[in-house]
């Protein structure tokens, strides 16, 4: 029986540009490196999904000028929530544009997109083209397909993070219009407002969340995460990655308090910060729900359970 709530229901994909002629570079590392398989390719974009997926892809890279983030895309159940999301969005005195199917992306069915308070361009989408997991729906042998094997390999896209220098008019946009629930929070001593939180639309066990907020400037991605199946297989990636010679950051691999999960960061050669993350608190989408909240004076062991310190670098953005 499929879903028959309303609303987003999935985060499907993060589209970045990136100053890399003809994707050499970057195809290179989220294939052979991160583990990606790429399911199409364009003159100037690829792309990618990670193998546990059964739609087409979770990640779109485009040779642009820049280094930047283009877009995060939600799916949504059908063309009523895209009209009633239109229609709540606008009253926020926000733009809303539509797109025919195939107008954004290639396999993609019709979708709005627009600018939340942070200064990133959301896009919701009805439909993805579904070309089915990698390893069948009958008796499916579940586990990493052997080219994979040796890369990082995660089984999904599970959150991306974005900085906001209003976090709160940021975060209140995600809840009170695009109807997400939060998961955790972190509280500004000074005006007890929130100035970070974990944000999710399903029940979500590893980290609770489809978007972060983290404070920051306006327009920015701070990182994406994908899941793996649990911690030994993030120590197992950190030793490919530093075997690589990739640039893992100050954080990883460490016991996050803050979503509860394990995880380690690292960067690609264009500076994206990216996240393997595995087990996390169980979030449940009921009425009785409540968010785990952290005071701003414990933010060094809300990131880093082991050291307990915060690295003020962690918080830039990446893009």
């Not at 283009?70 to 009633?84: A, F, M, P, S, T």
């Not at 195939?102 to 361009?121: D, K, V």
């Not at 896009?123 to 729906?137: D, S």
């Not at 004076?297 to 307990?308: K, M, N, V, W």
Request: charged share 25%; net charge negative; glycine share 10%.
């Amino acid at each position: 029986m499929g879903l028959k709530h309303r609303g987003i229901f999935r985060i499907g994909y993060v589209w970045l540009k990136l100053q890399d002629p003809q994707l050499k570079k970057s195809r290179s590392f989220y294939k052979n490196q991160l583990g990606l398989l790429e399911t199409e390719r364009a003159a100037n974009r690829s792309y990618l999904r990670c193998w546990h997926e059964s739609f087409a892809y979770n990640l779109v890279l485009e040779s642009g000028t820049e280094n930047c983030l283009v877009e995060i895309g939600l799916q949504v159940r059908d063309q009523q929530d895209l009209d009633d999301f239109s229609k709540a969005i606008t009253a926020a005195d926000i733009m809303v544009t539509p797109a025919a199917a195939g107008e954004a992306l290639a396999g993609l069915g019709q979708s709005i997109s627009f600018t939340i308070p942070g200064g990133q361009r959301l896009r919701l989408y009805t439909e993805m083209e579904q070309p089915g997991y990698i390893t069948g729906y009958e008796s499916p042998d579940w586990v990493t397909p052997r080219e994979l094997r040796g890369t990082a390999a995660p089984m999904f896209l599970n959150h991306v993070a974005l900085t906001s220098n209003d976090p709160a008019a940021t975060i209140e946009f995600l809840t009170d219009v695009l109807g997400f629930g939060i998961s955790e929070k972190i509280i500004n001593d000074k005006t007890g407002k929130p100035l970070s939180a974990l944000l999710f639309r399903m029940s979500r066990e590893v980290g609770g969340q489809e978007l972060a907020i983290f404070p920051g400037k306006n327009g920015h991605l701070h990182h994406i995460a994908f899941t793996k199946e649990d911690p030994d297989d993030i120590m197992v990636t950190g030793i490919y990655l530093r075997e690589q010679g990739i640039n893992i950051d100050r954080y990883g691999p460490t016991r996050q308090a803050y979503g509860n999960t394990f995880s380690i960061h690292f960067f690609d050669q264009f500076g994206v910060r990216l996240e393997l993350c595995s087990g996390g608190r169980l979030t449940d989408a009921h009425p009785e729900f409540e968010p785990i909240i952290w005071d701003e004076t414990e933010l060094g062991r809300a990131i880093s359970y082991y050291s307990q310190e915060l690295d003020p670098d962690f918080l830039e953005h990446s893009l």
